[in-house]
């Protein structure tokens, strides 16, 4: 292939359009997804690889980057490596059979110091002699550097720390008898003495139950369509954080964890935050999860989420408390209170939004009441909080809180309301205190109009006052209607996920 030959360049998109490049003619088409796009892609390149007769070269762009290819006529692509490694400049060490004796410098980790030929060796004792094991036929050594000539008074100071090598009838058997430095030297550890050999060994074994973690292939973008033909590719950057996201809120903690949505406005998101939250976490870390409306003025948790086959509120839960709180209580019998989400799998524990405020005061035992059997059959509770902040409901919420997220618009007034909220609380008890300093800040694009300038002046603003900061797109899905995280489009719901995993991390 020449090399001057012209790259293909192929772009495809998240929505399944894709442009494609060859030799100066531009292709463009829609597909019913991305990856039909990339099939019919790879598709019209080889159909050109057929033409030409042999494998043609190609750039493939998407959302996660750009991938070098080498398309075949028969449909086969594999990565283009046709840019060399760069050369190393490190010599390379050899090996050379040695048949005059070497000797070693005793304790000493590298020096090694050659007889001359001239010296005479110190003759063996019988005793020795009849004790020396047999020699190998060879002995191999790595090539050292040549040495400098030593002056005449250091090769007597080294003689003096140098260990003689034992007569023999030959120079190779002397050498033989040698211990090798260069075999210790290879070693990783030290040989200890006998009397510490034993406890030593023990130290240094690796348990056998030690398991290295394989990472998973990529399945997204080029690199998993490559992966899907049989070609093994790493996932891109994108696709470990998402899957580090996805370990984040799939962890189940020891105990229940409660989690409050809070803003002193409304209208600032609380419910869509609590909802998809709670679909989040249910989704990947499976059941357990409940939706509380923890509001004494017309909390709209139930009109945002699917109804149950009945419509009891925390107002008939509230004198069941005490029964499911004993121990002839089942998780089953909470059916008759919460309304179960059938895709998103966490439960909703409804206010009476269409009762006057009077007509349903819960006081803050009440919520302690309602927080026991809560705690009891849930692993996680996400509480949707109402408006007033000196509601002793609102404030007893706050006592019972693990993790808080301040959910936001990036409308002024309820920005400065979520900020104002923080604030105070970092004024009072150590609880309010380190809730306040561990919060997460969501601050959702509600309206179509705003831009990336808007929603990042907000996020800005709350990184000084909150732990972490996740930003939502703005989604015809969320504005009105029961909330479903399928209905979500792919980058809103990439964007809760990055949400959840940042609560999780405070839990």
């Known amino acids: 292939m020449s090399t001057t030959e012209e790259l293909i360049e192929a772009t495809v998109t998240k929505d399944g359009t894709a442009t494609v490049n060859i030799q100066g003619t531009t292709h463009e088409f829609t ?30 762009h998407d959302a996660q980057g750009s991938w070098p290819v080498k398309v075949h006529p ?12 760069a050369s190393s400049d490190k010599p390379v060490a050899r090996r050379r059979r040695v048949d005059s004796p070497v000797t070693h410098v005793a304790n000493a980790e590298t020096a090694v110091i050659e007889e001359p030929a001239a010296t005479a060796e110190p003759a063996m004792s019988e005793e020795a002699t009849a004790a020396a094991p047999e020699p190998p036929a060879t002995v ?3 090539s050292e550097p040549e040495k400098p000539a030593m002056e005449p008074a250091q090769v007597a100071d080294a003689r003096q720390s140098v260990t003689p090598a034992p007569a023999g009838p030959s120079s ?3 050498t033989a008898q040698q ?8 070693q990783s550890h030290t040989v200890p003495a006998p009397d510490e050999a034993p406890a030593t060994r023990r130290e240094a074994r690796q348990s056998f139950l030690t398991q290295e973690q394989v990472e998973e292939p990529a399945t997204r973008g080029w690199r998993g369509t490559m992966t899907r033909m049989g070609i093994r590719m790493a996932p891109s950057e994108a696709e470990r954080a998402e899957r580090a996201d996805v370990q984040a809120v799939s962890q189940h903690w020891p105990g229940p964890r409660t989690i409050a949505i809070v803003n002193g406005k409304g209208g600032a998101g609380k419910t869509p935050t609590t909802v998809l939250l709670s679909a989040i976490f249910a989704r990947y870390g499976g059941a357990g999860v409940l939706a509380w409306d923890n509001n004494q003025t017309r909390g709209t948790l139930g009109w945002r989420t699917e109804q149950g086959p009945h419509e009891a509120t925390l107002l008939e839960l509230l004198p069941e408390s005490e029964k499911l709180l004993g121990t002839g209580a089942q998780s089953a019998d909470l059916a008759h209170f919460v309304h179960h989400q059938t895709r998103d799998r966490f439960d909703v524990l409804r206010s009476k939004p ?23 059959y849930y692993r996680l509770i996400f509480i949707d909080s ?36 923080l604030e105070a609380l970092a004024q009072q008890n150590d609880k309010a205190h380190a809730l306040a300093q561990n919060a997460v800040a969501v601050v959702t694009q509600a309206d179509s109009k705003a831009t990336a300038a808007d929603v990042k002046r907000v996020a800005d603003g709350y990184k000084t006052l909150a732990r972490d900061v996740a930003t939502i797109p703005f989604d015809p899905a969320i504005v009105d209607g029961i909330l479903r995280y399928d209905a979500l489009r792919p ?8 949400a959840g995993a940042a609560v999780a991390r405070g839990l």
């Open 31 to 60: 597909a019913t997804s991305e990856a039909a796009a990339r099939a019919q892609t790879v598709e019209l390149v080889s159909k050109h690889a057929t033409e030409r007769g042999t494998a043609v070269r190609a750039v493939m």
């Open 74 to 85: 028969d449909g086969t692509v594999e990565p283009d490596t046709t840019t060399p490694p």
């Open 140 to 142: 191999e050594t790595t």
């Open 172 to 174: 190779a058997t002397a």
């Open 179 to 186: 211990p090798n430095p260069f075999a210790q030297k290879s």
């Open 354 to 376: 269409m009762e006057l405020a009077s007509a349903q005061r819960v006081d803050a035992e009440d919520v302690d009441a309602i927080h026991r059997v809560a705690s009891k």
């Open 386 to 421: 109402g408006n007033d902040e000196s509601d002793p409901m609102w404030r007893r919420m706050i006592d019972h809180t693990d993790q808080l997220v301040v959910a936001t618009t990036t409308r002024d007034d309820h920005a400065e309301a979520g900020a104002l909220l």
């Open 491 to 498: 980058s809103t719901q990439r964007a809760w996920l990055a």
